[in-house]
């Protein structure tokens, strides 16, 4: 599964840098390099050293990883949800997404003017929200109405989805995103079909000065406070920086974090703060042939995680051999994990953990 996220925020905050940085980060991995679908869709290699050292271990002669999707959408404005700046287009773009990746400008700098006149995150984002939950607000109210028609028929399960719908409506019109939203249990099937836009998750990306890149500031902290209301996840990031990184290599990106005093780069800390809001965890394929990532939601248990590899995994599972990260990592080969006994045999209730290298066994 490829994870895509829409990066949103006002015009000027360091949005379209940071996609820019992203589509020159591609040359992590020569299979699935940052690639351009349109001009504002790229994919690019989700980061993550446990894969390279198993491919090391292993000596697999590929090197496959997940990937994450990113789709720009530009800046909205005060007026998005009513068809401002093409405002129309670009909210269509974010029911795409399965994250909202929320740029926030959290560096001052008078030579870079603020769309809005001044360095203020709770303004911001406060506009950007605002304008997800007028167009959700737009959706609602039109199904109301037609609920309202329907419901003279009687039939109890139009009475129920227009009692759920209307209060829906009643919390966006009172400035509440719908993710914040309570149903019940069986009340979620009667909006599910509404693709709210402030229901999805979102990931606050707090642009930061060089100089604040380790500790943050005064604004990021006022974005960490937004997003603990909704137990939302906050990553910093240098625009600038990220973009000179991405025209590095390998060794010279090390040496020039080295000299910054952090210990990965913005966008590695982003992707992996996306896959932490969303549930997701990562397991691995590993031989001579190839080394690969898999993504999966948290909880997924092993027949569906080796469905994602191909349907006939899941359908015929029969076990799967596991060996967690540390144990391939501590031993250096799967025999050598065998010798020890720290190949697991798990069967179809077991739930897969973030890093397990994982053979199945299936009929066909």
């Known amino acids: ?12 905050v360091g949005k379209s840098t940071l996609f820019n940085a992203l589509s020159n980060a591609g040359a992590e991995s020569a299979n699935f390099p940052f690639c351009t679908i349109d001009p504002n869709v790229g994919m690019v290699a989700v980061p993550d050293e446990r894969l390279k050292k198993l491919a090391g271990f292993a000596e697999s002669k590929e090197v496959i990883p997940t990937t994450i999707e990113f789709v720009d959408i530009a800046g ?62 737009e959706s609602v109210e039109k199904r109301v109405e037609k609920l309202k028609k329907e419901v003279k028929s009687g039939d ?17 019109e009172n400035g509440n995103a719908a ?5 019940s249990d069986g009340e979620e099937e009667a909006i599910k079909d509404l693709f709210l836009l402030s229901a999805k998750r979102v990931l606050y990306a707090c642009n930061v000065g060089e100089e604040d890149l380790d500790s943050g500031n005064k604004h990021v902290e006022t974005v960490k406070n937004i997003a603990a209301k909704y137990d939302d996840e906050v ?16 060794d010279e990106k090390e040496m020039f974090l080295d000299e910054l005093g952090v210990d990965s780069a913005g966008l590695d800390r982003l992707i992996h703060a996306a896959y932490k809001e969303l549930g997701l965890i990562t397991y691995f394929t590993v031989g001579p042939k190839e080394a690969r990532a898999w993504t ?16 006939d995994f899941e359908r015929g599972f029969i076990r799967a051999e596991t060996i967690a990260y540390d144990d391939y ?36």
Do not use: W
């Open 1 to 12: 599964m490829s994870l895509r996220c829409g990066i949103v925020g006002l015009p000027n």
């Open 179 to 183: 993710r914040t939203f309570d149903l």
């Open 76 to 137: 909205l404005v005060k007026g998005a949800s009513e068809g401002k700046g093409k405002g129309n287009a670009f909210l269509s773009h974010i029911r795409e997404v399965d994250l909202i990746l929320h740029v926030v400008r959290c560096f001052d700098d008078d030579d870079i003017i603020h769309v809005e006149g001044s360095i203020d995150p709770q303004r911001d984002i406060d506009i950007i929200e605002a304008e997800l939950i007028l167009k959700d607000l």
């Open 156 to 172: 109890k399960k139009t009475i129920a989805q227009l009692g759920v719908t209307d209060r829906l409506r009643e919390h966006l």
């Open 329 to 364: 990592e501590e031993y250096g080969s799967e025999k050598e994990v065998r010798d020890a006994g720290r190949l697991r045999q798990e069967g179809k209730d077991y739930i897969v953990k973030d890093g397990d290298v994982m053979l199945f066994r299936f009929n066909v």
């Open 235 to 250: 990553a910093m990031f240098c625009a600038k920086i990220e973009a000179e990184i991405a025209e590095l290599d390998e």
């Open 296 to 311: 999966v939601k948290e909880g997924t248990k092993a027949p569906q995680a080796a469905g994602v590899i191909h349907t």
